[in-house]
């Protein structure tokens, strides 16, 4: 799952950063409402994690922008106005959720996980293909009852793979949901994370279900079908 964060405290932004992905999201970090609305044009996102006070103006603003454009995009917002006034006029503008500082990381993941949940998203809790299985929250996958170590590339890659299984998933869509604007990411860097992937699979006993389709991307599939 993609996430845009939108903070301009510094300290703040790296450690929700580095927190958000730990629990296997990828977050693109933008510090104002300008870098925010240039990162929305240039990317699709399944959630969008704003800050109120931001240099450039009030988040909310930025929120009725979004739902003005019929941008439906779930927003969290995340702000020290913790009054009941401040909430209500927060999801009245068309924010999903609130919480407000300080709170803990831990809490932070398990609400973009329960919105990510609600009807029209995308997340469910566990993901089955055939016997495999992958669990979004703690990030575990498992051949039965046989788990499987993976990485937290090799995690995220097999999650995007399973929610689109039956479908050739592109080399570039993959890019776009497994690295952040700021990553580095080299030529062949796609194909490393599924060779790798594809052999723990196969250790496993998933043995076909990850196929590379020449030209146009990878496919995951349950092996009897």
């Known amino acids: ?92 503008a068309g924010a999903d959720d609130y919480l407000v500082k300080p709170f803990e990381a831990s809490e932070l993941s398990a609400r973009c996980r329960a919105i990510l949940r609600r009807p029209g998203q995308r997340m469910t809790p566990v993901l089955h293909v055939g016997s495999l299985a992958f669990d979004v929250a703690s990030r575990q996958a498992a051949h039965g009852d046989l788990p499987i170590e993976l990485s937290r590339r090799e995690g995220d890659l097999l999650e995007t793979l399973m929610r689109r299984a039956g ?28 060779s790798r992937l594809r052999r723990k699979l196969d250790d496993a006993g998933c043995t076909g279900m990850l196929h590379t389709v020449r030209g146009l991307g990878y496919l995951m599939r349950d092996a009897v079908t």
């Open 167 to 194: 479908s050739v998933v592109t080399r570039g869509s993959l890019e776009e949901s497994l690295y952040a604007f700021n990553e580095p990411v080299t030529p062949n860097a796609v194909e490393v994370a599924v």
């Open 1 to 92: 799952m993609r996430l845009l964060l939108v903070e301009d405290t510094v300290r703040l932004g790296e450690l929700l950063s580095e927190g958000l992905a730990r629990d296997g999201f990828v977050v693109d970090w933008r510090q104002d409402i300008e870098g925010a609305a240039e990162a929305v044009a240039s990317a699709t996102y399944d959630l969008i994690l704003l800050d109120l006070g931001l240099p450039d103006g009030d988040g909310l603003d930025w929120v009725r922008t979004l739902r003005r454009a019929t941008d439906l995009t779930p927003i969290l917002v995340l702000t020290a106005r913790g009054g009941l006034d401040d909430r209500v006029t927060g999801l009245d």
